[in-house]
């Protein structure tokens, strides 16, 4: 009995002991295989990322009918933190596949990549493998855009290590497509508090400081993840990122007062301005300063003169109102330093644009990788005298090289913001052209002085799409989207540019128009005749609005087509009794068929004249100094028929002008295409091949058409086409119209012809 009590005894013993062992090997596993706290913070977050390898590659399905770009974010992965000073250089391929996993085409882009070391200046990155923490490079990020990914089902992405150092790399990729969402406000509200917060720490402005532009920008679309195909663990291995927000954003500690970067900076040197695109009240906050402001109104289109607007004080201090004011330009300007800060009626703030330009200077050149063929855009800032040169390169071969000389103008209103926010001044950005020959795929961009310099790019056959209206057009077609002409291109040496803080940021105003010289006044305008092409034609009695300068010309003689409205029976008296010409006429508009009739002064009787005088038609004479309204005969243009227009001279410009009788509903699509020589080498300006635009109709344009059967008539802006010197022979333009209209078409000539033909001069 003893003997079984001490086995009992010792087997329970021997039980617990067992017992402590196993809970002591479980709990050392569960604190070894915790995660490190050491970089958490509050701003922290996470992400899912995927190891991307050189000899297996990972594959993302995704929808080709609602992403508009794929974003490839990548992280090179470093052993030790001290490792590397210089930057670390990795590939990646990338294959587009159909939905049968046929391979449509590869590219690869390549990435300089930098460790983000831990402090208060950069963003802190680290990833966990195996319980271990490793040191992450700062993201590198390329984008996919939907002209790729046409017929794409899939993308397959493969790594090219380039140095032996480099432990690996981890990628995410996000597909760009649209939410269905329609009260902007709303769709932000939806989203989560985490969410609204990491989208407002992308921008410098802060919390609950976003516009309404931004919160729809942001709404609009979302970036999905997307999910390598395959078995986790298997087909693919999954790691965590952590990483803090905001990103990219440094702090500076200023040693004097801080100036607000969003406020528009105006002194003695430095004007600003911004555009309006309806009529509504603006108001106005004054910082830190009560200078006087000079508020000025501009008509783009300079239909209107000028106008000094006067600022209105409300009950919040240093807050000022401007009631009614209409689309337009507007200038700020004062004598000392003021800031201001401009909000429209739904709150909204008026912002700047940015633009950012490489230092050149004799120790760094710009690089950069371009497509053969293909237009570029130079735009360099500097000192008068500063000589920039542009080589062309087919690969390490110099093909061609350019030299030009800058003029140094300080710009009156684009100016740099220093890192203590002190807004510097700056000269003004000097544009040059250049057609690239296929056989060019790399340009430098050199100086012996400082200069800045950026390039944009693009394709001579790609569309420029835009709307047109009257005064200045804010986007408004749902089905029309625009298209701007050039795309910044990103230096080959980029890295090195921003690692040496030799980019900077120029904020851009923009000067209002200026008068026309002499020469420019002096133009004329020829009709042309396209009956030829276009047998079916009408008349149009069209009142357009002069520009406000127009009195400074020298005015002509009113040709015998050209009316004035007459407001009483006593101007046609005078106009009989006066009639000089040989062609004087009364035209009748009536709103009842025969909606119009037209006759000579001289076959009036009494009679019809006490008629006309008892009627309530609206009556027209070529009598008098002021007559507005001019006769202009328009040709039938079918939609999708292409009208070709051949020339043997270059003229200064050709505008289009266009018509519609019924469906005013719709507004017109306008496609044009020039076909010509163009000059090769260097230019000071450019001409753009195909263009598109939806003109929108015209309010401010009266017409009437001189034709029995139709009631009425809209006019819709015109278009004016600049022929610019880069055009050396022009053989021809093509005009082709989305809707039926009516069509005139003017050609702008420095000198008038010798003889003058019928209806020839017309105004714009």
């Keep these: 009995m003893y003997l079984i009590k001490r086995l009992l005894k010792l087997l329970i013993s021997l039980s617990i002991l067992l017992l402590l062992a196993w809970l002591g090997v479980r709990g050392y596993f569960w604190i070894t295989s915790a995660e490190p706290v050491a970089l958490r913070s509050d701003d922290e977050t996470r992400s899912t990322v995927h190891w991307l390898q050189a000899d297996k590659a990972l ?10 770009s794929i974003r490839v974010l990548s992280n090179a992965i470093f052993s030790e933190q001290n490792q590397f000073e210089e930057p670390v250089h990795y590939g990646i391929e990338y294959t587009l596949l159909d939905s049968k996993a046929n391979p449509l085409s590869t590219h690869v882009y390549h990435h300089a990549s930098k460790l983000a070391l831990d402090n208060e200046e950069k963003q802190v990155k680290q990833i966990i493998e195996n319980r271990d923490t490793l040191a992450v490079s700062s993201g590198q990020s390329f984008f996919i855009s939907n002209e790729q990914l046409t017929n794409a089902s899939s993308i397959s992405l493969r790594l090219i290590p380039e140095e032996v150092h480099l432990r690996g790399v981890v990628i995410r990729l996000h597909a760009k497509t649209p939410v269905s969402l329609n009260d902007i406000n709303r769709a932000w509200l939806r ?3 985490d969410w609204r917060e990491r989208m407002t720490n992308y921008h410098t402005i802060g919390n609950n400081a976003l516009s309404n532009q931004e919160i729809l920008n942001a709404v609009t679309f979302e970036w999905q993840k997307l999910a390598p195909q395959g078995i986790p663990g298997i087909d693919f291995t999954s790691d965590t990122l952590y990483e803090t927000l905001p990103y990219y954003v440094l702090s500076y500690d200023f040693s004097a007062q801080q100036l607000n970067l969003d406020s528009f900076y105006t002194d003695s040197q430095l004007n600003a301005s911004f555009r309006n695109y309806q009529t509504q009240n603006l108001y106005v906050q004054k910082e830190q300063s009560n200078a006087p402001l000079f508020i000025t109104w501009f008509d783009i289109k300079q239909l209107k003169a000028p106008l000094l607007l006067n600022l209105e004080a409300t009950a919040d201090k240093n807050t000022f109102i401007i009631p009614d004011v209409e689309p337009g330009l507007i200038m700020i300007q004062s004598e000392a330093p003021v800031l201001t800060r401009w909000f429209a009626a739904d709150d909204s703030q008026f912002s700047a644009l940015h633009s950012y330009f490489y230092n050149v200077d004799p120790n760094f050149n710009a690089e950069y990788e371009v497509a053969g063929g293909s237009d570029i ?4 800032r500097g000192s008068k005298g500063t000589p920039v040169d542009i080589s062309l390169y087919n690969n390490d071969v110099e093909i061609e090289q350019y030299r030009v000389f800058l003029q140094g103008e300080t710009s009156r209103f684009d100016r ?3 890192e203590t926010t002190v807004r510097q001044p700056i000269f003004e950005s000097e544009p040059f052209f250049v057609r690239l020959p296929n056989a060019v795929n790399r340009i430098k961009i050199s100086s012996n002085k400082e200069v800045l310099a950026k390039i944009q790019a693009r394709q001579a056959s790609f569309h420029y799409q835009n709307e047109v209206c009257e005064q200045i057009c804010q986007p408004e077609l749902d089905d029309f989207i625009a298209i701007g002409a050039w795309f910044s291109q990103k230096a080959l040496n980029d890295f090195t540019f921003t690692e040496q803080k030799r980019i900077t940021n120029v904020r851009l105003f923009e000067a209002p128009p200026e008068l026309p010289d002499e ?5 004329v305008y020829l009709s042309r005749d396209l009956t030829d092409v276009l047998p079916l034609s009408n008349t149009f009695l069209v009142k357009s609005p002069d520009k406000y300068f127009a009195n400074l010309l020298e005015q002509s003689d009113p040709t015998e087509h050209q009316f004035s409205q007459v407001h009483a029976i006593e ?5 009989k009794a006066n009639n000089q010409l040989r062609d004087k006429r009364i035209i009748e508009i009536t709103k009842n068929k025969p909606f119009y009739t037209e006759q000579p002064l001289t076959n009036l009787t009494q009679s019809e004249l006490i008629s006309l005088q008892n009627s309530s038609s609206t009556l027209f004479t070529n009598h008098g100094v002021n007559r507005p309204w001019q006769k202009q005969r328009s040709y039938f243009l079918e939609a999708g028929h292409p009208l070709t227009l051949s020339y043997k001279n270059i003229p200064e410009s050709v505008v289009i002008k266009a018509f519609k009788t019924k469906r005013f509903d719709e507004y017109v699509v306008l496609n044009t295409h020039i076909d010509g020589q163009f000059n090769g080498g260097l230019s000071s300006e450019y ?13 401010l344009t009266d017409s009437l058409a ?3 059967a139709i009631k009425q008539v809209r006019t819709y802006n015109s278009v004016s086409l600049a022929l610019n010197s880069d055009l050396k022979v022009l053989r021809s333009i093509t005009l082709n119209a989305e809707q039926d209209i009516w069509i005139s078409v003017l050609d702008e000539y420095t000198e008038a012809p010798s003889e003058a033909l019928w209806r020839q001069y017309e105004n714009d």
């Design 571 to 575: 101007q046609v008296l005078e106009a």
């Design 706 to 708: 001189l034709h029995p």
């Design 416 to 418: 740099i913001i220093d």
């Design 59 to 68: 594959t993302f399905n995704f929808s080709a009918d609602r992403t508009y």
């Design 519 to 523: 020469e420019e006044r002096k133009t």
């Design 687 to 699: 001409t753009i091949k195909n263009k598109r635009f939806a003109l929108l109709q015209a309010k």
């Design 377 to 380: 855009n130079f735009e360099f």
């Design 191 to 193: 989203q989560s508090t």
